[in-house]
């Protein structure tokens, strides 16, 4: 006997929830108000069949699985006769869903599970429109739309949910092939809606104060942290009136918030977004969706923690408070907002007391009550759980090993190694030990394997990165011995081009003379704003001799080059950025972050791979075209021996983050 389901209303969400359940293999009922708005349902149904056969995603034909749905004008009664789950989608007013509920409850069978896909909705204030005995099968069953492309349902208990309906609605979902989050308590929101409210009200409030523009912040949350769309476009695509409605919704029952007047004042004006043609961004018509021009370098300078805090706040909180598992608000942000990592994840990155300090900022500056920092975050901050950087954080990490030599600290925090310069009361200057310390500890980088580490980063101790070649060291200096120490920089430099993986310089501060020469054969450079860079050898009758006027003159061009050797003179970190001598500028206490986290993006690259364009390019650079060109292609070919291809190929088909292991 065929399985029997109830979908109450045939909107956007109910349909696609009764295409999946008859994808399953259900009898489908399904129900609204009038016969046009249920033929529209099943004319949309049918179109996405089509698109899921032309794929080959479905294993039946398109009619055979239209044929299991049953569409029924405005009865419930009718649609839950025999179901042994009704899931109501109707439009998102409390009344209106308890009258659903109210008719289902007195003709379902009684062990029937009855569900609600509310987005925003007390679960607990539904089930009250049931009698109390039925009450235990009353559960919050939220898609995500589209639900026939969205993996995930947050499963909702209310009041009275028995943990025995919650069981059976994570089988349903995974019938339908939906992974599942659970929400022990009916709070407003959710996890997903919550934390997505703090994301929007931060980016908001950001624009508001005037401390950035909307395309500042949108452009730091795409290609910064890696966000499918920036807060702004994703509210003009999911509509800025249903915005401002879960937003009305969650704070009538205690979700505290402030609401932003750039958002409130869209809904006054009509200015939805997409749907009317405007909100944010403008569109070519109403409904019709263009990407915006959002470019990459307006988010540089934004302070991403900063942004990301108040999501953060939420979900230590929703953890703290017992309401879902960290597991699953991270899983629930990843699957329903496709972020890359969870807040949680992120906060990890971070530093959990970068965090702290942020959400401090935040308080100070605003003084609402909702952006003071949780307790967990300060409780963690106190006891030393930062993340990363410390081994444990939400998460546990391999614990960081750290060794210190004469002149430099060597530490692995997988999958990152650091190599920190650590003569600050000489400003980090560059001895013969220290060269001899560093090429020792590259070689040993260069032996371990990928799992450890993965992208590398220089840095220095102090005020400095480093101040130039220990002039102490000059005393009695012979021409030869002067070539040897010459060459002695080259092949320290030389082995960081070689080395197998990226190097990132993070440059804290004074980077001058054989400093900047050692960043110079970094991969990447980020820089400190209060870093200062030159090359002021000529102010000693010398001129760079580690491979300064080589390195500098291909970074910046020949007649800057000469500019910044002939002078003398040091340059601002802004202006090394604006040359192209460094990548990205960011405050001073951000620099340690910003470097883990470009270092943790990196690490998430195929190694085999990065270190073939690495090598492609280091090599080609100088070399003719034709042989440059070849030397790609042959590096190109080595790839194609990689297990990690093989791996990232199968991912992209299967739309999933590739794991790569560097085989």
């Known amino acids: 006997m065929a399985k029997k389901v109830a979908v109450i209303g045939a909107g956007t969400m109910g349909h696609g929830i009764a295409e999946l359940f008859a994808i399953a293999g259900y009898e489908v009922a399904l129900v609204d108000v009038a016969e046009d708005f249920l033929k529209r349902a099943l004319q949309n149904i049918e179109w996405s069949l089509k698109k899921f056969a032309e794929k080959g995603q479905i294993k039946e034909d398109v009619q055979t699985i239209l044929g299991r749905i049953r569409p029924i004008v405005n009865d419930v009664c009718k649609a839950v006769e025999g179901a042994e789950i009704m899931v109501e989608a109707v439009i998102e007013e ?179 977004g997409v749907k009317t043609g405007e909100g944010f961004y403008k569109y070519p018509a109403p409904g019709k969706f263009q990407w915006p021009d959002i470019p990459k370098e307006p988010g540089e300078r934004l302070d ?12 230590a909180y929703l953890v703290r408070e017992g309401i879902a598992t ?76 750290e060794r210190r030599m004469e002149t430099i600290i060597v530490r692995y925090e997988p999958p990152i190694a650091w190599i920190i310069l650590n003569r600050p009361e000489r400003l980090n200057a560059i001895n013969a030990k220290m060269v001899e310390e560093l090429s020792a500890a590259l070689d040993e980088i260069s032996r371990t394997d990928f799992e450890k580490v993965r992208a590398v980063v220089i840095t220095g101790v102090g005020r400095a990165f480093s101040a130039g070649a220990d002039i102490t060291g000059f005393v009695g200096t012979t021409p030869l011995l002067a070539y040897k120490l010459s060459r002695g920089l080259h092949e320290l430099t030389e082995k960081i081009e070689r080395l197998d993986r990226p190097v990132i310089c993070a440059l804290n501060g004074y980077t001058l003379g054989g400093g900047l020469e050692l960043a110079l054969a970094c991969d990447l450079r980020i820089a400190s704003e209060t870093a200062v860079l030159g090359q002021p050898e000529v102010n000693l009758g010398l001129f760079p001799g580690g491979g300064g006027t080589q390195r ?86 080595v790839v194609f021996s990689t297990e990690d291809l093989y791996e990232g190929v199968s991912a992209f088909l299967q739309k999933r983050k590739p794991q790569y292991k560097g085989k």
Not at 304 to 315: F, G, M, R, S, T
């Open 94 to 272: 409390i009344e209106t869903k308890k009258k659903v509920f109210a008719e289902a409850d007195r003709c379902a069978p009684p062990n029937a599970i009855l569900a609600t896909n509310t987005s925003s909705l007390p679960i607990t204030e539904i089930s009250e429109a049931v009698k109390p005995e039925r009450r235990p099968l009353v559960v919050g069953m939220h898609f995500f739309n589209p639900p026939p492309l969205m993996p995930l349902v947050e499963i909702i208990k209310g009041k009275y949910t028995s943990d025995e309906a919650v069981k059976k609605v994570a089988e349903y979902a995974a019938q339908l092939g939906k992974q599942t989050v659970v929400v022990n308590r009916d709070v407003p929101g959710f996890i997903v809606n919550r934390i997505l409210a703090r994301v929007n009200d931060a980016a908001c409030w950001i624009v508001a104060r005037g401390e950035a523009d909307i395309i500042a912040v949108d452009s730091a949350l795409r290609y910064r942290v890696g966000l499918p769309m920036g807060a702004f476009l994703l509210m003009d695509y999911t509509g800025i009136d249903v915005i401002c409605f879960i937003g009305d919704a969650m704070a009538k029952r205690g979700f505290k918030m402030h609401p932003c007047h750039l958002i409130t004042e869209k809904c006054q004006q009509k200015k939805y």
């Open 552 to 637: 500098l003159t291909r970074l910046v061009g020949l007649a800057k080059a000469k500019e910044i050797i002939f002078t003398g003179d040091n340059i601002s970190a802004r202006d090394a950025e604006r040359i192209g001598l460094v990548n990205k500028v960011v405050p001073p206490e951000r620099l340690e972050q910003e470097a883990r986290a470009l270092a943790l993006k990196l690490a998430e690259k195929p190694p085999i791979a990065l270190a073939m364009a690495k090598y492609a390019i280091n090599y080609g650079y100088e070399a003719p075209l034709w042989a440059a060109l070849d030397l790609e292609a042959a590096h190109f070919g």
């Open 326 to 401: 960290k597991e699953d608000v991270d899983k629930a942000v990843r699957l329903g907002l496709n972020w890359p990592k969870g807040p949680l994840e992120l906060a990890d990155e971070f530093g959990i007391d970068a965090v702290v300090k942020a959400l401090e900022a935040w308080r100070s500056k605003t003084g609402f009550e909702e952006f003071a920092p949780d307790p967990l975050l300060v409780q963690m901050a106190q006891s030393g759980k930062l993340g990363r950087k410390s081994g444990e954080g939400f998460y546990t990490y391999v614990k960081a090993e």
């Open 304 to 315: 991403v923690v900063a942004l990301l805090a108040p999501a953060i706040n939420e979900a």
